[in-house]
């Protein structure tokens, strides 16, 4: 089995920036994409960014220029920079990563962290 654990969320004012980190653990073989999902209360997920095992990364208009991802093949680890952080910002981050784990691709989720942006 998989587990994808996210870490990094807190209170921040607006402007300000935070660091999440996921670490993916368990039988893995090998990980395709990674990304990062957020949900507001009373919305719907939606795609933040994400990155292939390439480094071919996608980032959603509304943090293009403000969100860095990244990831370490070695660690099986990912990271989100996020600065200049609004208020309509805060949701719950989650880390979904394409994982194979027996010869087959699988798709997990983290448990998510939560991000407010609030002064």
């Known amino acids: 089995q998989v587990q994808l654990v996210e870490s990094g969320g807190g209170l921040v004012q607006p402007g300000g920036s935070l660091r999440l980190s996921c670490a993916a653990s368990?039988?893995?073989?090998?990980?395709?994409?990674m990304g990062w999902y957020r949900q507001a209360p009373g919305s719907q997920l939606e795609l933040v960014t994400r990155?292939?095992?390439?480094?071919?990364?996608y980032y959603a208009d509304f943090v293009k220029g403000r969100f860095t991802i990244s990831r370490d093949n070695a660690e099986n680890t990912m990271a989100l920079q996020m600065n200049s952080l609004k208020p309509e910002d805060t949701a719950v981050y989650l880390c979904?990563?394409?994982?194979?784990?027996?010869?087959?691709?699988?798709?997990?989720w983290g448990q998510g962290t939560q991000v407010t942006v609030s002064s």
């Open positions: 979904n990563a394409d994982v194979n784990d027996s010869g087959l691709y699988r798709n997990y």
């Open positions: 368990g039988n893995i073989v090998s990980i395709g994409t």
């Open positions: 990155i292939t095992s390439s480094g071919n990364i």
